[in-house]
């Protein structure tokens, strides 16, 4: 070797210049040679910067003023690009080649000096002679120092990798926890929907309706020409009256009162007699006194019993005055005591224009109006068992004795009662009830005429009667008020369409021209069902025509489900 080296001893401050083996320098790996890398020919003789600039060229690290050991000195400069090495390195070569004299293409001496080289591969470069400074490439920023290995070039990439990949995992990150917040939260939200209490249904129902009128013309009545005559339609609350409704004598229709008094007193059921009653001398004395002043009388023996029911019927039927005393004093002992309870019962049913002097109406002082008795038939249209006897047009005592009744007039143009009577100052009176069908409803009118005074007195109240009762049926006729299937409401829901509410039938009245009507829905009691099935009743319907109500039911038209799942997760 030249310059007078032992071969294998390193070299102080030469690149090799270190305690360990060659090859392995503090914190450089030896990188793998190449295939077709230019090698370092330790052989040569370089000058003085030569070896370190083709070590620098073939460990692909950085070059350091010769003599200086790693991190001591001058920092390690930057190594040039590809393209100034790979200049340098020929010109290294070449200069080594003109230091030993040997051709550049490679002759003698250049062989020896490969083949020297290649004996030292392995050991230790020997320094040479400094080179040239080589140009720098620009300059790059201080920071670690990059490692010269392969590997080490493989941990840059890594690192380079795994530096772009952090915020892309960190946006991963973000995203799903915003997406975990996200679930929570809308997993909250649906809890909240389906816990929130569902809004009930509700009938919206048309308005009441009132002021109502049927049409047509109002009721042309048949007035008779004198005296006081009333008529009315419980009914269809038809009320009517004509003449001066002063106060007059009223003859037997007093008898009624007598009836009414007593049957109150002692209530009998359809089918029942009552109790028997003793008939004194002193009755069987006053039936033979009016039998001589040609009074209505009924036969009657001292010691003899009649029951309640025979007493009644004679009283009403053939109008027996006599029976009157009998009832009189069976029920309160005395005719004063009696008489007393029928102006009580007067008072009572709101006859404020009535005057009781006797049971029998024989007394003039009996007075009365044609609209106080209507109030009194009213009350008696009411009492089945008076009915019942007002019905019959004789009857039949013990002893098969036969007792005809003064309305001619019963069982024709519907009149089914009451009551008539006659007396010179009274002249004839009549009080009746007749049925009246229109439209498959039934109906009574009731009436009373007064003061009929004429050479036939009983026959002329008749015949005014029966005028004034046809005239009121006539006028009455059947009237539809709703129609089956009427919409009459709605159920409402937050969650579906309102359904219709119509009425399940028909409702008709018995009405006139002229009659108030009045529609009115009332809501079922209690909350509506969520679901509703087709046909469900969900209020009812009252009609109120004049006296006359009548209800229908009011359910929905079609089926409705409850609140659906998609509704209950979207309502606000």
């Known amino acids: ?46 000058p003085s910067g030569a070896p370190e600039a083709a070590a620098m060229i073939r ?59 290649k004996r030292g591969r392995g050991r230790l470069l020997r320094p040479a002679p400094a080179l040239p400074r080589l140009p720098r490439g620009p300059a790059k920023p201080r920071g670690r120092r990059p490692s010269l290995t392969r590997a080490g070039g493989r941990s840059r990439r890594r690192a380079h990798g795994s530096s772009r990949r952090r915020p892309l995992a960190r946006l991963a990150a973000g995203v799903a926890v915003i997406l975990a917040v996200l679930v929570v939260v809308a997993g909250a939200a649906v809890v909240v929907q389906l816990t929130r209490p569902v809004p009930a249904r509700a009938l ?6 009132r002021g109502l009128r049927v049409p047509g013309p109002a009721p042309v009545l048949a007035w008779p020409l004198s005296g006081e005559a009333a008529v009315a339609v419980p009914g269809v609350g038809l009320d009517r009256t004509a003449g001066p409704s002063t106060p007059v004598p009223i003859a037997s229709l007093a008898k009624v009162m007598t009836a009414y008094v007593v049957l109150r007193d002692h209530p009998l059921a359809m089918g029942q007699n009552g109790p028997a009653i003793r008939i004194t001398a002193a009755d069987q004395a006053t039936y033979e006194a009016e039998q001589a002043a040609n009074d209505s009388v009924a036969p009657v023996i001292a010691g003899e019993s ?7 019927q004679a009283l009403l039927i053939p109008s027996a005055d006599n029976v009157c ?39 003039s002082a009996t007075q009365s109006t044609a609209a106080d008795e209507l109030r009194l038939a009213e009350a008696v249209a009411v009492k089945p068992v008076l009915m019942s006897i007002v019905r019959q047009p004789d009857l039949v005592l013990p002893g098969s004795l036969l007792l005809t009744g003064y309305n001619s007039l019963l069982g024709h143009d519907g009149i ?28 009574e009118v009731l009436g009373v005429v007064l003061g009929q005074y004429a050479p036939r007195m009983i026959s002329a109240a008749l015949e005014a009667g029966r005028a004034l009762a046809r005239s009121a049926a006539a006028a009455l006729h059947s009237v539809s008020v709703v129609a089956a299937g009427s919409t009459v409401g709605e159920v409402t829901s937050a969650w579906d369409r309102p359904v219709p509410v ?26 509506l069902p969520r679901s509703l099935p087709a046909g469900y009743e969900v209020a009812t319907v009252t009609v109120r025509a004049g006296g006359q109500v009548d209800t229908v039911a009011a359910v929905t038209r079609r089926a409705s489900v409850g609140p659906p799942l998609r509704w209950r997760l979207r309502r606000v």
């Open 502 to 527: 119509t009425t399940t039938k028909a409702v008709t009245v018995l009405g006139y021209g002229g009659m108030a009507i009045e529609e009115t829905v009332h809501p079922r009691a209690g909350v």
């Open 1 to 46: 070797m030249t310059g007078g080296q032992e071969e294998g001893r390193p070299l102080e401050g030469g690149l090799g210049a270190s305690a360990e083996e060659p090859g392995e320098r503090p914190g450089i790996e030896e990188p793998e040679r190449r295939v077709g890398a230019p090698a370092f020919d330790a052989g040569l003789e370089y």
């Open 204 to 209: 919206r129902a048309a308005a009441p309706q």
């Open 59 to 117: 460990l692909g690290g950085t070059h350091r003023p010769p003599g200086t050991r790693y991190g001591e000195g001058v920092p390690p400069t930057t190594t040039p690009s590809l393209l100034a090495l790979e200049r340098a390195e020929a010109r290294a070569k070449a200069l080594s080649a003109q230091a030993a004299g040997k051709p550049r293409d490679g002759g003698a001496g250049g062989v020896a000096g490969a083949e020297r080289g």
């Open 416 to 443: 089914v009662g009451i009551k008539t009577g006659s007396t010179g100052a009274a002249g004839g009176c009549f009080m009746f009830a007749t049925s009246v069908t229109a439209g498959g409803l039934h109906e």
């Open 306 to 312: 009649l029951t309640e029911l025979q007493l009644l």
């Open 325 to 363: 005393p009998i009832l009189a004093h069976w029920d309160a002992g005395t005719n004063a005591a009696f008489v007393a309870k029928m102006n009580a019962a007067a008072v009572a049913l709101g006859m404020k224009s009535t005057h009781y002097a006797d049971a029998s109406g024989i007394s």
